[in-house]
Every structure is written in structure tokens, then in C-alpha cells.
């Protein structure tokens, strides 16, 4: 199956810092989801991104899928303590004549006050 | 709308004892799949179904069986519980295939084998 790195596994950040997490594949993509996890909680859909090149704004969020597809990132802006979570990107893969969404293992980011 | 959702929240078994974890959705979705999420693990697909009365097997399959006689319903069963199978479970839910649809999450199930 497809495989994607997710980079960093941690990061800590004062609160009003950047963050960025980036998600990494040795094969092009066709498509990249990103999904939030709160502490205790269940994986939120936050975005989905399919074209070369595209980039989408949530607020402060900042997604982006690169141009060779196969890379993508998620940055924050001045974080604040509601970003406290884990961040997970996705995506399809084929095998054996169905579609699978498989998710990297994640970036925890945890919000210093 | 309730979204989806999953029972029992909290779950301790013994070695070889078996069980049965339930998945609803209210939704109307056609699709929906089984997880399992362990610490720095990510999400890793256990079983999944494209429709009433389908079933197919995700990444790791072994020790669990699932069916979907209705389609707002997934059940997920293990007939003989091991500790590796100590995990917290999420049935998931989308309107359409794999990732062209986002896929909506129900609150996990948590559950421990000792």
C-alpha cells in the first residue's frame, strides 16, 4: 500500500508561534486529506486537496499540496491553545481492485500558554 | 443528527473471550470502515464495507470479522480476544469512496485485554 511521512512526530510551540507539519511520499499522489485529533477525541475531517500545486485556507490554517504531488503541508499561524492535537494526512491508495485511505502516523502538537 | 455512533465506549476482556463492538450512522452513508489506532501507530484499516450486505478486508484483518446485514449498521467482532488486540476502535462513515469523500469518525471504543 501507499505510504506517507509524516514529519514531525512531536512539536511544541509557544502559544502565538507558527507551526507546520508535512506530509511526504516517494510516489505521486492523487489525492491528500488532513484530519485533526483533540486529546481524547475522534479524527475531524479538516480539508482535502487533489490538484497539483493547490493550496487552501481554513483562518489560520494553510494547506498545501505540492506541485510534483508528492508532498504536502499543513501550517498554523500563531497557534493557540484550541490547536492542541494531533494532525494526520491521508490518502487514497489502490489494491486488488478497491481504494483504501491510508493515514500517516501523525504530528502531536502541543501549545505551551 | 447523531453522526455516528459507537458501542460499548469502555470495554475490558479476558485472553479468548469474545465480543462484538457496534457502529451506526444516520447518515444514509453507502461506505464504512473499521480502525484501529495504537500509540504512534496512526489509523490502520481493520475491515471495511461499500454497501449493505458487503464486507472486505483492510490492512490488518486477522483475529476480527465483521458484517453489515443493514446499511446504517457495522459490526466488528473478535471471536477469541489476544492482548495485541488492546487498542481504541473507530467505525468510520462516507458518502462516497475512499478519499474523494471525507470520511466522519464516531467517538472510538476503548478497549483492553488482559
Known amino acids: 500500500g501507499q505510504q506517507v511521512m509524516q514529519i514531525p512526530q512531536y512539536q511544541h510551540v509557544q502559544e502565538g508561534e507558527d507551526f507546520t507539519t508535512y506530509c511526504n511520499s516517494s510516489t505521486t499522489l492523487s489525492n491528500i486529506q488532513w484530519y485533526k485529533q483533540r486529546p481524547g477525541g475522534h479524527p475531524v475531517f479538516l480539508i482535502q486537496l487533489v490538484k497539483s500545486g493547490e493550496v487552501k485556507k481554513q483562518k489560520r490554517l494553510t494547506f498545501q499540496f505540492g506541485e510534483a504531488k508528492k508532498n504536502s503541508s499543513l501550517h498554523i499561524t500563531a497557534t493557540q491553545t484550541t490547536d492542541v492535537g494531533t494532525y494526520f494526512c491521508?490518502?487514497?491508495?489502490?489494491?486488488?481492485?478497491?481504494?483504501?485511505?491510508?493515514f500517516g502516523k501523525g504530528t502531536k502538537l502541543s501549545v505551551i500558554p | 443528527n447523531a453522526g455516528v455512533t459507537q458501542t460499548p465506549k469502555f470495554r475490558v476482556l479476558k485472553t479468548g473471550q469474545s465480543m462484538t463492538l457496534l457502529c451506526a450512522q444516520d447518515m444514509n452513508h453507502e461506505y464504512m470502515y473499521w480502525y484501529r489506532q495504537d500509540p504512534g501507530m496512526g489509523l490502520r484499516l481493520i475491515h471495511y464495507?461499500?454497501?449493505?450486505?458487503?464486507?472486505a478486508k483492510g490492512e490488518v484483518p486477522d483475529g476480527y470479522n465483521v458484517s453489515r446485514l443493514k446499511k446504517q449498521n457495522f459490526l466488528l467482532g473478535l471471536e477469541s480476544a489476544a492482548p495485541s488486540q488492546t487498542s481504541v476502535y473507530f467505525c468510520?462513515?462516507?458518502?462516497?469512496?475512499?478519499?474523494?469523500?471525507?470520511?466522519?469518525f464516531g467517538p472510538g471504543t476503548r478497549l483492553t485485554v488482559t
Open positions: 464495507s461499500v454497501g449493505e450486505g458487503t464486507t
Open positions: 491521508a490518502t487514497t491508495y489502490s489494491g486488488a481492485g478497491s481504494y483504501q485511505l491510508t
Open positions: 468510520a462513515s462516507s458518502a462516497s469512496w475512499g478519499a474523494m469523500g471525507e470520511q466522519y
